[in-house]
């Protein structure tokens, strides 16, 4: 699957910012997907992930600012973030044809191209 994320920016602290993942190439509604981001000089990170049936998860310290959803009629998936802090700068990745091994994602093979969000004043 082919995926295109967008929708990154400069965000001033506390404002909020949608990302969008558009994907091509799949069933849409098959797949489990993710979101994952990486600040300059750490690893990347999990941020969330839906499953096929719209079970979402999220990284502990990130619930509640953020919302992933998917749309399966556009074949798109979203990160919906509110309250940006300035340690929620990195760039943030779209990924699919992971799978759960219960609540654990393992991601897939398809990475979007990552858009850059940067929360400063």
């Known amino acids: 699957v082919q995926l295109q994320a967008s929708g990154g920016g400069l965000v001033q602290p506390g404002g909020s910012r949608r990302l969008s993942c558009a994907a091509s190439?799949?069933?849409?509604?098959?797949?489990?997907m993710g979101w994952y981001r990486q600040a300059p000089g750490k690893q990347r990170e999990l941020v969330a992930t839906i499953a096929e049936g719209g079970r979402t998860d999220y990284a502990g310290s990130l619930k509640g600012r953020f919302t992933i959803f998917r749309d399966n009629t556009k074949n798109t998936m979203y990160l919906q973030m509110i309250n940006l802090r300035p340690e929620d700068t990195a760039v943030y990745y779209c990924?699919?044809?992971?799978?759960?091994?219960?609540?654990?994602?393992?991601?897939?093979?398809?990475w979007g191209q990552g858009t850059q969000v940067t929360v400063s004043s």
């Open positions: 190439g799949s069933i849409f509604s098959a797949n489990a």
């Open positions: 990924n699919a044809d992971g799978h759960f091994i219960g609540t654990y994602y393992y991601p897939g093979g398809s």
